[in-house]
C-alpha cells in the first residue's frame, strides 16, 4: 500500500529550500507514494517547474502565522500517513498541529540553515531558542542537510541524535544541463575580462561585503564579478562599491530565473558566505563545469570543494586570503569533467531522492 504524504511549503519562489521541494517533488517514486503540495501561499516561479500531475493545495494565507487554522483543517480532512515541511518557523506552526491529529500520522521536518547562527543576529534569538528546544522534539524526524547544522541542532537545541537523518541536498543535473542556453559567453561577460560570479540574496549572511572588499584588493583590472540577487542590503552593497571606487569591476543584476547561463560561462564561483544550511548554489555551479573559490565556512564546504579539483576553500572570513585565492584559482586549469563528476558521483538526484524514499519508508 502507497504511503500517503503531505508536503507543506510556504511558497515556491527561487529559495534553495523551495529548489529542494520541487525536485523531491518531481522525482519521488509515484509507485511507493501519492502525495499532494500544500502551499501558504501559492506563489513562485518554481511553481511552473512542477509536475502538473502533482495535486497543489493554495492556503491563500499572507503569512505563516495566519495559515494555523487552515493547516489544521487540512491535516484533518486528508489524515497523511506523513506530513513533511521545510523552513524553520512554518515547522515551528506545523509541530503545533500535531497535538490535535491522530497519533499515527508522522511529522517529519527538513531544517534548511544553521538555527543558532541565523537568530544569533536577531532580537527574537532566545524566543526561538525556547521555541526550538520546546517543539522540534516532538518531530518523529528531522533531516539536516549538513554535519555542521546536525551538530548545532544537538548542541543548541538538544535533539536527540536518533531523530536526526542527514540527507544532503540534491542536485537536479539534467534540468540544469536544459536550463543552459547556447547562447554565444559575450551575451553574459566580455572575453577580455576574468569573470567572477556569486548568487545569493543580499544579506549579511552571504557575505558579499567581504567579496566586495576582497575584490578592491585585486588590482589586475582583467578581473569583474557579476553579482546576481536580491535583498535589504543591496544599496548598502552598491554604497561600499562606490566607497572603493571599484564600480568598474563589479556589476549586480538582480534577481534571475535561470542564473545557469551565467554560471557556465563565468571563469570562476565565488562564495563568500558567513555560514550556509548546505550550498546549493555552489552544487549548480559544478554541475555547470564552473570550479568554486568559498570561504571553509559552517555548511560542510569542506565536503564539497576539494583544492584544484573543484575549486579553492580560503580560511574562514579572510579578506586578503580571498582576494590571493581568486588570483590563484583563475591561474589554475580545472578538468571539466572532474568539476561535474564531483557532483554526480555524490549529490544527483538518483543519490539523493532515495535517501528521503528510505526515510518515509521507515519512520513509523
Known amino acids: 500500500m502507497k504511503k500517503n504524504i503531505l508536503f507543506i511549503a510556504p511558497s515556491l519562489h527561487g529559495g534553495g529550500a523551495e529548489r529542494v521541494i520541487t525536485t523531491l517533488l518531481n522525482n519521488i517514486n509515484t509507485e511507493k507514494f ?101 517543539l522540534y522534539k516532538f518531530f518523529d524526524h528531522v533531516v539536516c542537510q549538513s554535519t555542521d547544522m546536525r551538530k548545532d541542532l544537538i548542541e543548541h537545541y538538544n535533539i536527540p541524535l536518533s531523530k536526526l537523518s542527514l540527507i544532503n541536498n540534491p542536485c537536479d543535473i539534467k534540468r540544469i544541463q536544459n536550463k543552459i542556453s547556447k547562447s554565444k559567453r559575450d551575451i553574459y561577460f566580455s572575453s577580455e575580462k576574468i569573470n567572477l560570479l556569486s548568487v545569493g540574496a543580499l544579506t549579511n549572511q552571504k557575505g558579499f561585503d567581504l567579496l566586495i572588499n576582497a575584490i578592491s584588493k585585486i588590482k589586475d ?29 563589479i556589476n549586480f543584476v538582480g534577481f534571475k530565473n535561470n542564473p545557469y547561463t551565467y554560471m557556465h ?80 558521483d555524490r549529490y544527483s538526484i538518483n543519490k539523493i531522492i532515495p535517501q528521503y524514499e528510505n526515510l518515509f519508508l521507515t519512520t513509523h
Not at 552544487?283 to 563545469?289: P, R, W
Not at 576539494?306 to 588570483?327: E, H, M, P, Q, R
Request: glycine content about 4%; overall charge positive.
Open 221 to 249: 583590472n582583467r578581473f569583474h564579478l557579476t553579482i546576481i540577487g536580491e535583498g535589504p542590503e543591496k544599496q548598502i552593497l552598491q554604497d561600499l562599491v562606490d566607497k572603493l571606487n571599484i564600480s568598474n569591476k
Open 34 to 134: 501519492t502525495f499532494s503540495l500544500a502551499l501558504i501561499n501559492n506563489e513562485g516561479p518554481l511553481i511552473d517547474e512542477l509536475s502538473k500531475k502533482i495535486d497543489i493545495i493554495d492556503l491563500k494565507a499572507v503569512r505563516v502565522r495566519y495559515a494555523s487554522l487552515k493547516l489544521l483543517k487540512l491535516i484533518w480532512y486528508k489524515k497523511p500517513d506523513i506530513i513533511f515541511s521545510t523552513l524553520g518557523h512554518l515547522n515551528l506552526l506545523v509541530i503545533v498541529t500535531k497535538l490535535f491529529m491522530p497519533k499515527q500520522i508522522k511529522y517529519i521536518c527538513r531544517e534548511t540553515n544553521i538555527p543558532s547562527l541565523v537568530h544569533k543576529r536577531k532580537i527574537k534569538y532566545y524566543i526561538f531558542l525556547l521555541l526550538y528546544r520546546s
Open 265 to 344: 560561462h563565468a571563469d570562476l564561483f565565488i562564495l563568500s558566505s558567513r555560514y550556509e544550511g548546505f550550498p546549493n548554489v555552489v552544487l549548480e555551479s559544478l554541475a555547470c563545469g564552473t570550479a568554486v573559490v568559498a570561504y571553509d565556512s559552517p555548511g560542510d564546504l569542506n565536503k564539497i570543494v576539494y583544492d584544484g579539483i573543484n575549486g579553492f576553500l580560503v580560511k574562514y572570513l579572510s579578506i586578503d586570503d580571498l582576494a590571493k585565492t581568486i588570483v590563484k584559482a583563475s591561474k589554475t586549469k580545472f578538468d571539466l569533467m572532474d568539476i561535474q563528476n564531483s557532483v554526480i
